[in-house]
């Protein structure tokens, strides 16, 4: 059945190119050039940028969403080398992966974010790539090169988009093939035997049809140091990527665009801290334990195996903590026929996503906690969308489906030197079926003053078998052998002590969520001058309800398993403004957010579930754009945030008024450039500095004090030297230049023998980049 499905989803996805591309002209001709810069334009002027917010292109300054758009020639300055690293430059973002570089995402934007690391809980932050909508946590994790944008949308995005926008979205969008010859071929070597080379070609191979080819490999060492030598240092990565887009051009009113892509990331890619926490009995805050104080009577800062600390970027890890391997293929193809002034477009998704990872969960010599996770996942989505513009109407609207199939195959064997030894097991299977209907209509009443209104239907069915067991050994001196390298249900278990069955045999229909929803907005937009934009908006958005799955309580009654859908309702308003002759911009918003049955995970001992809470979030965002004089640009952005999550029980079973997880109050970035040629060498010598800080912020919803995560402050600098035509550049980078020790996630286990672990913010990084372009 898998196998005949994903063939059905490849053949549907690659059925609509195929044909078109193999009767297209197949003899080459000579390439056109590169198109050249318009020199009406002074180069100290703020660069219009084209996104795509609402499904078409428009000027951002036009949009009346809170965007933040980074370029490819930003991402690639700025030293973003994957996907996760975009919060460096982007206001009232944030990211906390426990896993490390290669696996989950768990963005946050403006304090909305989902804290629950299984791959089969979907995020309120919806990731696209290419128009493809990402379910998996895991398959938003990728390496960045050549790309032509990203986009960051916060709030709801719930007509447009749909599938789970409550809190934002992010759009990666791939550079594209071009009608000229162009390409580029980058090497980097660094710290920690940083090894990276980068390349893209792009051929016009006839007047009809282009083609473009890129691709990444990279590998490091580890910069975790593990104290005993046993395992691997941990921040060892290796990742491979390749892309590859075919677009075809038949006559002006017809273009098809099939894009194919394969990533794939391993290694001992993250190796955690340990540090003993208690829990206060009266409060049920789970605290971090101080000198001196002996909690458990194991000795001062120990834990309940009366395991010490490791702390300053080392590690204790005794068994695995692994990537054994994550690997993603994308299949996208957008088709678009352009007559007069309509435009018709269906545009194809098919994403294959497969993760295998093992960890030793607390990060000591004891074996208390290890896990293996492993994720197969299948999606394919459609849609059909139709583009009207009508002078002052104009409209978007369109059909979308999803089909989502979901495997999880998990182990988590505990306690394995002590008698009590066990192993969770949970073996999972869901179907997810989408469809929906939207449409988007903007009138423009007169030159100054334009409405938008937007309405989306939906109707999410989901179906959800598991079953949780808690096993017994075979053999107690190597209990559940092959852990880390058989598939978790081939592992030897011998007894069953508890379960939680959630089939449909055991428990009828409430194995089956049916569920419609809709969102809406209206807009309303005020152009006082040409370079001038003021706009409010109320949306409302939604997140498909859902079941608890992976390592949840045995005692997880049947009618707990499936949470609720969450509603935002989003009130804002903005302003985008260029002024100084356009050689400044500032953009300003403000929000406020009603939400309903916000998704909330909580832990009952050793085992997770999500329930569902109100919230009320306000805050703000700027985002500031500089160029005072000529070659020099400054970047400056600022976001805050105030959260409230309405009743929320801490692990000690206390209830009381919380701060939304992963929501820091303030986020704070900063960007100087200054680029001159030097005429003595005939070069252009560039500078530059990068700068973020951030906020403190929880964890985890319950707010305990062990679960805070510090505020930071990064620095990054850049110097780059190339030639006239920028056919080549060398740059020298360090990243984190004051080598700022941080924790970058953290994750309480006071459940299974009092400890917390988590990562580290990686430490000062320093390489050096050459990049040729040929055209």
Known sequence: MGRAFAKKQLILALGSSLPMVMAAPVSAQQSKSAPTADATTSPDQIAEIVVTAQKREQALSKVGISITALS????????????????NSVPNMENQSIYGPGSSTNFSIRGVAQNDYNDGTESPIATYVDEIYMVPNGAGAFPLYDMERVEVLRGPQGTLFGRNSTGGLIHFISAKPVDYFEGMLSGQIGS????????????????????????????????????????????QIKTGSIRGQIKWTPSSTITNNLKMSYDHASGAQSGVYHEAIGINATSGDQFLLGPGQDFYGTGPQRDSNGQPNFTNRTTDNGQPRLLRGVNSTNIANRFDIKLDRLTISAVTGY???????????????????????????????????????????????????????????????????????????????????????????????????????????????????????????????????GYDTLRPSDVPVCGIAASNVFTDAAVGGLTRISKNTWSAKAELDF????????????????????????????????????????????????????FFNRHASLSLAGFYYDYTNYDTL??????????????????????????????????????????????????????????MPLAPKWTLNGMARYETEVPAIKQVVGVQIDARARANYYANPGNDSAARLPS????????????????????????????????????????????????????????????????
């Open 192 to 235: 920690y035997r940083t090894r990276e080379i980068t390349g893209m070609l792009n051929v016009p191979i006839n007047e009809h049809l282009a083609a473009r080819v890129a691709g990444q490999y990279h590998t490091n060492a580890g910069w975790v140091h593990n104290v005993t030598g046993n395992q691997p240092d941990g921040g």
């Open 527 to 578: 152009t006082p001058s040409p370079t001038t934009l003021i706009y409010g908006s109320i949306s409302r958005g939604v997140k498909s309800p859902g079941f608890n799955n992976g390592f949840i309580s045995a005692g997880l009654p049947a009618s707990a398993f499936q949470f609720k859908s969450e509603t935002l309702v989003a009130y804002e308003a903005g302003l985008k403004s260029q």
């Open 72 to 87: 490819g020639n930003e991402i690639a300055q700025a030293g973003i080398k994957d996907s996760m690293q975009i919060v």
């Open 351 to 481: 994403n294959r996503y497969f993760r295998a990872q093992v960890e030793d969960c607390d990060g000591t010599q004891v074996r208390a906690c290890q896990t293996q996770y492993q994720t197969r996942s299948r999606l394919f989505t459609q849609e059909l969308r139709l583009n009207a513009d009508f002078d002052d109407i104009k409209f978007t609207g369109g059909l979308y489906y999803l089909h989502h199939r979901l495997s999880l195959d998990n182990i988590a064997p505990l306690f394995l030197d002590t008698p009590g030894q066990i192993a969770l097991t949970a073996v999972a299977k869901q179907i997810s079926q989408s469809y929906a209907i939207y449409g988007n209509v903007e009138y423009q009443f007169t030159p100054e003053l334009k409405l938008v209104v937007g309405a989306r239907g939906s109707k999410d069915k989901k179906h959800f078998q598991q079953v949780l067991n808690v096993n017994l050994p075979c053999d107690a001196t190597n209990p559940f052998a």
């Open 712 to 775: 930071i402050g990064v620095v990054d600098a850049r110097i780059d030297v190339s030639n006239i035509n920028k056919d080549y550049t060398l740059a020298l980078v360090v990243k984190n230049a004051f080598n700022k020790r941080y924790i970058s996630s953290i994750f309480l286990e006071q459940g299974i023998a009092g400890y917390r672990f988590g990562n580290y913010g990686m430490p000062r990084w320093f390489s050096a980049e050459l990049t040729y372009k040929f055209r």
């Open 602 to 659: 909580n832990y009952i001992g050793v085992g997770s579930f999500i329930d569902n809470h109100d919230a009320k979030l306000y805050g703000a965002e700027a985002e500031l754009q500089f160029h005072p004089i000529h070659g020099l640009t400054l970047n400056a952005s600022a976001g805050y945030t105030h959260s409230k999550l309405d009743s929320v029980a801490n692990a000690g079973l206390v209830v009381a008024d919380r701060q």
